[in-house]
């Protein structure tokens, strides 16, 4: 598997208030000091992820998990892990500085940005020179869309007309929209069907959770939209790996979903399909 969107929680991240709701999911009562990237790791090879997109955090207060943080991680774990930047959109000339270090100098593979972070969605006229690095460096640009669990208000993940606009604006840039859209999640369909650039990634939900419309897409004519995706450690992949089969997805939905979509969105090495014996 390909996990398109995790991880690794930092105590400044943890221990912000908006993510007590995290937390009580977790069944925490409180942030732990450190979280080992050990753990981490373990989860993703538990459950036989060989690809893991790890996210940075930037938001009005600064970096929550700095991209230098994901880089050292990445480091340690070169095969395992690839980095998704964040930066800081009321510097709109400075993040693209650093979205093009993250690019050029520590390889990482996509740009992410949570507009309920920031309140702002993605029509926003800061977002728009990234939009067009992302185009010019060949990465896509990944959001969250949907309603929010942290406490944070939900209008900025909706999809029409926020992120449709985007979609129209910037033909060539590859979109992945993360945590499903719910409870706009026909809106989210409607743009992946119709925007030949625009993607959907499950993390955040479990397969037994995913609506049965998504599963329909799966299978169908979006059997080439959407990517598996975690949100680790809010959910762990061996948790969804036990759930998979029972989605009841064919042999080639199966596969693209849990890792060849993401491979071609993160240009990522695809796994080399079995002969037939």
Same mark, same amino acid.
């Given at each position: ?21 995290? *937390?009580?999911?977790?069944? /925490?009562?409180? +942030?732990? $000091?450190? *979280? +080992? ?46 980095? #998704?930047?964040? =930066? ?6 400075? #993040?693209?500085?650093? *979205?093009?270090? %993250? ?13 309920? *972070? ?10 728009? +020179?990234?939009? #067009?690095? %992302? =185009? ?8 969250? =869309? ?24 910037? $033909? ?9 859209? %719910?409870?706009? /999640?026909?809106?989210?369909?409607? /743009?992946?069907?119709?925007? $030949? ?15 049965? #419309? /998504? ?24 948790? %969804?790996? @036990? ?19 993401? @491979? ?9 399909? +079995?002969? $037939?014996?």
């Amino acid at each position: 598997m390909i996990d398109a969107w995790m991880q690794h929680m930092t105590p400044a991240l943890l221990g912000h208030p908006m993510f007590a709701p995290l *937390l009580r999911w977790m069944g /925490l009562d409180g +942030p732990p $000091p450190e *979280l +080992p990237l050990a753990l981490t790791v373990g989860a993703m090879q538990a459950a036989g992820v060989r690809k893991a997109v790890m996210t940075a955090w930037w938001g009005p207060q600064g970096p929550l998990i700095s991209n230098d943080e994901v880089a050292g991680f990445i480091d340690q774990h070169p095969d395992l892990f690839v980095g #998704a930047a964040a =930066v800081d959109l009321r510097r709109p000339m400075e #993040a693209v500085r650093e *979205l093009r270090r %993250c690019v050029d100098q520590l390889g990482f593979k996509a740009l992410r940005v949570l507009p309920w *972070l920031w309140e702002l969605p993605p029509d926003d006229r800061r977002y728009y +020179p990234l939009y #067009a690095a %992302c =185009v010019d460096l060949q990465i896509p640009f990944c959001l969250q =869309v949907g309603h929010t669990g942290p406490l944070a208000p939900s209008e900025p993940g909706r999809p029409i007309p926020y992120l449709e606009r985007v979609a129209l604006d910037f $033909p060539e840039l590859v979109i992945g929209g993360g945590h499903i859209g %719910c409870p706009w /999640l026909d809106e989210m369909i409607f /743009l992946a069907t119709r925007h $030949p650039n625009v993607y959907i990634d499950t993390s955040a939900y479990v397969p037994r959770r995913y609506p049965a #419309a /998504l599963v329909d897409f799966i299978k169908g004519r979006g059997r080439r939209k959407v990517l598996f995706g975690t949100n680790f450690p809010m959910i762990a992949p061996a948790q %969804c790996a @036990a759930q998979i089969d029972a989605l009841g997805l064919d042999d080639e939905a199966r596969r693209l979903f849990l890792e060849g979509n993401a @491979a071609r969105v993160f240009n990522l090495d695809p796994q080399p399909t +079995p002969e $037939p014996s």
